[in-house]
Nanobody, 122 residues
Framework: QVQLVESGGGLVQAGGSLRLSCAASGSIHSINSMRWYRQAPGQQRELVASITSGGTTNYANFVKGRFTISRDNAKNTVYLQMNSLKPDDTGVYYC????????????????WGQGTQVTVSS
């Protein structure tokens, strides 16, 4: 019913920048909050940043000051601008929508994108 598709990952050198995007599609009325997670090889998935429908943001300490999350509610799209990238930022980045209000008025929960690979070389 709802699909999330991430894009924008790639290979960059330390100190470089990338902008990730996540577009939600389907029978969507609104999305409460949107989140970015990442998972490094052999590590557990961790929350990177979140943004509410009203634009309130939260960041993990390890990205604060370097990353910026934003969204376009009209496009049901969330972005992650990543600056001053470090090698330990390497991983698969996932978009997550914990709560989606469908056009039917029903609620749907916990949608995930397929992930986009970010690799930062030293």
């Amino acid at each position: 019913q709802v699909q999330l598709v991430e894009s924008g990952g790639g290979l960059v050198q330390a100190g470089g920048s990338l902008r990730l995007s996540c577009a939600a599609s389907g029978s969507i009325h609104s999305i409460n909050s949107m989140r970015w997670y990442r998972q490094a090889p052999g590590q557990q998935r961790e929350l990177v940043a979140s943004i509410t429908s009203g634009g309130t943001t939260n960041y993990a300490n390890f990205v604060k000051g370097r990353f910026t999350i934003s969204r376009d509610n009209a496009k049901n799209t969330v972005y992650l601008q990543m600056n001053s990238l470090k090698p330990d930022d390497t991983g698969v980045y996932y978009c997550n929508a914990p709560l989606v209000v469908l056009t039917t008025g029903r609620y749907a929960y916990d949608y995930w994108g397929q992930g986009t690979q970010v690799t930062v070389s030293s």
